[in-house]
């Protein structure tokens, strides 16, 4: 390895030091305070929409995954110029590790849940590294460069002209001389040392270091102490997420809960809402399969313990219930289909599940919003916030606090313990997970986390459709084109499918268990051989027709007809 190399291992180790050890402390402070979580959290807070939308378009729900990795390798880079400089100018090195101590303390301490503490895991972290840095790179100085060196006047100490003699060596060719030449030349000066001495061929007078092996072996032992703090930044590390993971992951206690039967239990769904059309989404999505979209980086871990509800604001009187309050209260059953508002024209971020949870309008009729509230300002564990309108949480839907899924607790990474499920409404003013507070307001009082950005403030779901089947090629014959449609809180009356600019043809309705539900559809459709393109459009339970007009997602939902192109053989 040269030595520019070598320098950039001392940066890369100390930097991962730091994370290691700033793993390690955070356990006790909490999960969000490590270096890591804090800046992505910060980077999620402050990526411009558009940025964030391509993040979601291009790799769905791996963005979270894309973003580490993105963090990985600007932090690789940086930390190995951290290395190479800290030798050539330091302490610059230093101070660069310092900024990003000090940037990485500031974004634990914006978090909502901080307190003072949470700047520790980032500064004891890159403490440590500073000092790992400049020990790494004094033991390089130090190991790398014999003191003296032989050259027309004998033995002279020469630290400076030793190491540039060292680093140059491999790229200086030699001359094998005898042992007589070699002293004639040395002006009769002592003899280089060795048995198999060479001269330079820049000349006898060109410095050098007396033993060519001891370069060798000392370059080795610069290395034994970079793979020393690597292999500590990895235990620390490991044991970090590792200690972490067992002390505050609540996966247990979620798999000890038994959920009480729902008081109003949902009807059996109907088998004919499910077409069971081969590559068609299944009426209702498996929670392995449901999409997760939020601006959590690490999943909070809430216990239901622990865990409480406060309702405020603009109410008669403040309302707080924990787990065993909501065990006594009278629970239902609904089918809902969530969907994201990022969710693009055709796309998959929609899932169909069976909550069961407890109404939200009786919760707030309870607390006594005043009359002229209009906005329910929920909060979530991390500190997300959504505003929902107050007359959508209490007009008659099955808006509810849900804390089970198809028939199981709330996963841990769907909002577990308790969540919002408000039918009609995108995510974003509506379904936060790990729910801790429902504040009512108005919505020119206060704004949400997404409102703040631009989005819409009340984001009601525009009717949908998508194309599930087929894709790829397909024969010549008969061909059965299938998907889904949404309208949640309205229903879907209709779907049309139309082949190249050929007339809207009919699609067969599957059977609609719920009007806050999507429903399947399918088309059977004679194909001639060649490139066909597909579309589809959907009819609302009122009769608006899903629109042509082609919308990006910002600020309140894509729209326009899904499409498909389908080669026929």
Not at 123 to 144: D, T
Not at 312 to 333: C, F, K, N, T, W
Request: glycine residues 12%.
């Amino acid at each position: 390895m040269a030595g520019s190399g070598l320098r950039a291992a001392c940066g890369i180790v100390s930097a991962g030091l730091a994370l290691g050890v700033a793993e390690l402390v955070s356990v006790p402070v909490g999960a969000g305070s490590a270096p890591w979580a804090a800046i992505g959290a910060t980077v999620v807070d402050h990526t411009p929409d558009g940025v964030r939308e391509w993040a979601i378009d291009t790799f769905g729900t791996d963005d979270k995954m894309m973003l580490y990795l993105l963090m990985g390798v600007v932090a690789l880079i940086v930390a190995a110029l951290v290395g190479v400089v800290e030798r050539t100018a330091r302490p610059i090195g230093s101070v660069v590790l310092g900024v990003f101590g000090i940037g990485a303390a500031w974004a634990a301490l914006e978090r909502p849940a901080a307190n003072w503490t949470w700047a520790l895991p980032s500064v004891v972290g890159v403490a440590l590294a500073i000092v790992s840095l400049r020990w790494l790179i004094r033991r390089y100085e130090a190991f790398g460069a014999p003191a003296m060196v032989r050259g027309g006047g004998g033995a002279v100490p020469d630290p400076a002209k030793a190491t540039a003699a060292q680093e140059d060596r491999a790229h200086a060719p030699e001359i094998p001389i005898e042992r007589g030449a070699a002293e004639a030349g040395s002006g009769g000066g002592a003899p280089f040392e060795g048995d198999d001495a060479r001269l330079s061929a820049r000349g006898a007078a060109w410095p050098r270091v007396v033993k060519p092996d001891v370069a060798r072996v000392d370059r080795r032992q610069v290395m034994r102490g970079i793979v020393g703090v690597g292999v500590l930044a990895v235990a620390a590390g490991i044991a970090g997420r590792v200690l972490g993971a067992s002390a505050r992951s609540v996966a247990g206690e979620r798999a000890a809960v038994r959920l009480p039967p729902p008081n109003v239990p949902v009807p059996p769904v109907d088998p004919a809402a499910d077409l069971r059309v081969p590559g068609l989404a299944s009426y209702l999505t498996p929670n392995s399969d449901f999409y997760r979209i939020d601006t959590a980086l690490t999943v909070p871990q809430v216990s239901k313990e622990t865990w409480s509800l406060r309702i405020h604001g603009m109410v008669d009187r403040e309302i707080r219930l924990d787990y065993a309050d909501l065990a006594r209260r009278p629970s239902v059953e609904r089918l809902v289909t969530l969907t994201c508002v990022s969710n693009p024209v055709g796309g998959d971020l929609i899932g169909n599940a069976s909550w069961l949870g407890y109404r939200l309008d009786a919760l707030i009729a309870e607390a006594g919003p005043h009359p002229d509230a209009d906005m329910v300002l929920s909060r979530s564990a991390d500190g997300f916030t959504a505003g929902s309108p107050l007359a959508a949480l209490t007009d008659g839907r099955d808006a509810l606090l849900a804390v089970g899924m198809n028939g199981e607790p709330l996963p841990v990474e769907h909002g577990y313990p308790a969540r919002l499920v408000v039918p009609g409404l995108y995510g974003y003013v509506s379904a936060t997970k790990w729910v801790t507070e429902l504040e009512i307001t108005r919505f020119d009082r206060a704004q949400a986390y997404w409102t703040r950005r631009g989005w819409s403030e009340r984001g009601p779901i525009k009717t949908g459709t998508r194309i599930d089947t087929p894709r790829g090629a397909v024969r010549a014959g008969k061909v059965t084109i299938a998907g889904v449609a949404w309208a949640q809180h309205r229903g879907i009356d209709a779907v049309e499918v139309q082949i190249d600019n050929g007339p809207w043809q009919p699609a067969r309705l599957a059977a609609e268990p719920s009007v806050d539900t999507w429903r399947q559809w399918s088309y059977d459709w004679d194909a001639s051989a060649g490139t066909h393109t597909v579309r589809a459009r959907a009819t609302d339970g009122t009769g608006t027709v899903q629109t042509a007009e082609v919308a990006d997602v910002i600020p309140d939902g894509a729209s326009g007809y899904p499409s498909r192109t389908i080669r026929v053989g």
